[in-house]
Structure formats: C-alpha cells, structure tokens
C-alpha cells in the first residue's frame, strides 16, 4: 500500500460564470478504507467533460450538483489496488465514476472492467467510451443520416464531434465541421476527411455555411448551442433533424441569453429537434463499443488525445476546455500505468 494520502479536488465556491482555479481546492486524506463488496482504484487517467461545469451548478439537473467541499465528478479508468468484490482482483484495469481523487472506491454498480484488448486503457473513457457512444448514438438514433445527405457537426474537432463527423463519412454523407481555429479545420479535413471547415472565430458562419452546403442541411448534431447553432438553423432542409447533444457556449450562463427566434425554421422545414443523453442508449454499450472498435482498428476511425500531465492540472485543464484550449480528446494523465 503507498503512503496514506490521497490528494482530491473539492469545490469551494461555485462559479460565477467561467470558472476560476479559486473555485476549487486541493486537499490531502487518507485513501479510503476498502470494504466489504468495494475496490479501491488508483486513478490512471481521468477525463475531462464540459458536463462537468453544469455539476457545479446549484439548481435542478438530470444529475445531482457537487456540494460545497465535495469531491469533484468525473469518470477515470484505473487499477484495482485492493479488491473485496467477487470477480476483481487486484492490478485489474476498471472504468467507473472515481471522481477528481488519486484513489477512489467503486461497487458493483460502478465498476466496469476494461477490455485492455480493444486498445490503449484511456480510450475507454474517449473513443471507445463515453464521447465515443456520444457521437455513436447521437448521430445513428437522431440524426438517423441517409446517404448523400449533408451532416454539420460544432466543435467538430473535439471527442464527440470529430467522431461524429468520421462516423457520417463512414455512412456516406457530405460532412462539414465547425471548429475554433485553422489548425482545428485544417485536422478535420485533412486528417479525418470532412469535406468541408468553418472556423467561426474568424469567418462568418452563416454565409460559410450556405457555401460549404450548397444542397442545405440534412442534419445538424449540436455540441455548442448560441450563436452557431442560430447561423445553421435557416439552411435546414425538409425534414432536417437536430440533435442537440450539447450546448458548451452556454454553460457558463445561469440565465438563458436572448437570441434570435429560430423556431420559424424547424416549423417550415418541418424539421425535427431533439435532445439526447446518452445514457438513453445503456443498454446498447457493449454494441455501439464494438463497432467503435471495428472502426478504430481498420483505420475508418482516427482520434487525438490532449494529454495533460499531472492531476494538480485538472483545473487549469477543465477552464481550458471550456474556453477551446483542448484539441482532441482532454485526459489527466494522474499516474504511470
Ligand atoms: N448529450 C450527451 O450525452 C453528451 C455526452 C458527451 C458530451 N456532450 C456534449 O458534447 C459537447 C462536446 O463535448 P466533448 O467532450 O467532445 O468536448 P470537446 O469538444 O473535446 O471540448 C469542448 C470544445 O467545445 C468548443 N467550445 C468551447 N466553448 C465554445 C463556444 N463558446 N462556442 C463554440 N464552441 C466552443 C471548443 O472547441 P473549439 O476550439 O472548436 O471552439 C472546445 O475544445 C459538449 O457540449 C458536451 O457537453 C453531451
């Protein structure tokens, strides 16, 4: 057993708007005592989600806010140091919800072994995880893409988006991404095949879209929400269908913000919008991770992992992600596998 500390990222005053590194602190316990039924889990790598902001919020949510002085959420992937739960031993690698610790507790309803076979262990919390089936049945299950149709995705180069976008060429579809700055664009397109990027930082989205979609948009899937997500609105076609997966450029914002009323296009294009989790789709895993696999290993599927290293950079890394400074999937590389 190593030394009896275990550093943790704790909340101590909720943002106002983008959070501050002040917002949250680092403290030292001692490793939690394993019992009966539990693992305790080193932390290997940790990932770093834009959810993660709305945790910090104090209001009604589809999951529960992190209390003042509580351990920050998030999902990890790590190694069994001690197990008292049947069918784990130690030195095993498991995904679960270990949150912002170098040592966490997981049960049987949190631990999920890793198959180490599909690929490296961190893509069980990218690719081959979460954003992974993000992308997967966000875009197969509600934007439901035909080929020939014309896909947009925003943050088009991130861990869902870049995805999403590789996986509706796969499905024969022009694909156009909209992404943050040149090199962002220039990776999706050259790299990953879109056909086509829009860098909103620096061009006007709306007559890039009209440009980069001269047959209009078949499907929109929405990672950002704002002022993008009005731009693509009027190039909807007849029985376009939206699925809105996220809405980063507002997380920051306590009240809504007012924007223009784009309700008059989904109404004359008869056009679909629809909210998802993916958590709508559990049941299915182990399906849409397959097929991710299949995809990865025959080169169909590229993806890019943002390291960071070291678990006192969470912070700085999480505020980062939430202004665009992350390219790729954003991992806290916490401990040597
Ligand atoms: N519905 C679900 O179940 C589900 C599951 C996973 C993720 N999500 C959502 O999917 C989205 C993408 O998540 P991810 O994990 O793949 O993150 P990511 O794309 O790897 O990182 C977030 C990216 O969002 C972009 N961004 C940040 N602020 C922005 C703004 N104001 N306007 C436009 N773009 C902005 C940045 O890229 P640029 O440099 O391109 O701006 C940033 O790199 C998020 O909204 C997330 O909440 C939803």
Not at 53 to 76: F, N
Not at 82 to 108: A, M, N
Request: hydrophobic share 40%; aromatic share 8%; net charge negative.
């Amino acid at each position: 057993m190593p030394e009896n500390v275990n550093r943790q990222w704790v909340l101590k005053s909720r943002p106002d708007g983008m959070p501050k590194e002040s917002d949250l602190e680092l403290i030292e316990t001692p490793i939690p005592e394993t019992r009966h039924g539990e693992l305790l889990v080193k932390n290997l790598w940790m990932s770093i989600d834009p959810y993660m902001r709305g945790r910090l919020r104090d209001g009604p949510s589809y999951a529960e806010p992190v209390p003042i002085g509580g351990v920050l959420q998030g999902e990890s992937v790590g190694r069994v140091v001690e197990s008292k739960l049947e069918g784990f031993k130690s030195g095993d690698i498991v995904r679960g919800h270990i949150g912002w610790q170098e040592y966490g507790i997981l049960d049987v309803t949190g631990a999920h072994t890793v198959d180490t076979s599909l690929g490296p262990i961190s893509t069980s919390v990218g690719v081959l995880g979460m954003p992974g089936l993000t992308a997967y049945f966000g875009l197969l299950e509600v934007n439901r893409p035909q080929p020939g149709d014309t896909i947009v995705v925003s943050a088009a180069s991130g861990a869902v988006g870049a995805i999403v976008g590789q996986i509706a060429k796969i499905m024969s579809c022009r694909v156009v991404g909209i992404a943050g700055s040149d090199e962002k664009v220039s990776y999706i397109v050259d790299e990953l095949g879109f056909d086509a990027g829009i860098n909103y930082k620096t061009q006007d989205v709306a007559s890039a879209i009209e440009a980069a979609c001269p047959n209009g948009v078949d499907g929109y899937f929405d990672n950002v929400g704002g002022e993008i997500t009005e731009a693509v609105m009027p190039y909807f076609n007849l029985y376009a269908r939206m699925a809105i997966c996220g809405r980063i450029s507002e997380y920051n914002e306590d009240t809504p913000s007012m924007g223009p009323r784009v309700m008059r296009f989904v109404h004359a294009k008869q056009a679909v919008v629809e909210g998802f989790l993916v958590f709508r789709w559990e049941d299915r895993y182990e399906e849409g991770r397959a097929r991710l696999a299949q995809w990865v290993k025959n080169g169909q599927i590229k993806y890019l992992e943002d390291v960071v290293e070291g678990f006192e950079n969470a912070p700085k890394a999480f505020i980062g992600q939430l202004g665009g400074a992350n390219f790729g999937k954003l991992l806290i590389k916490v401990s040597d596998e």
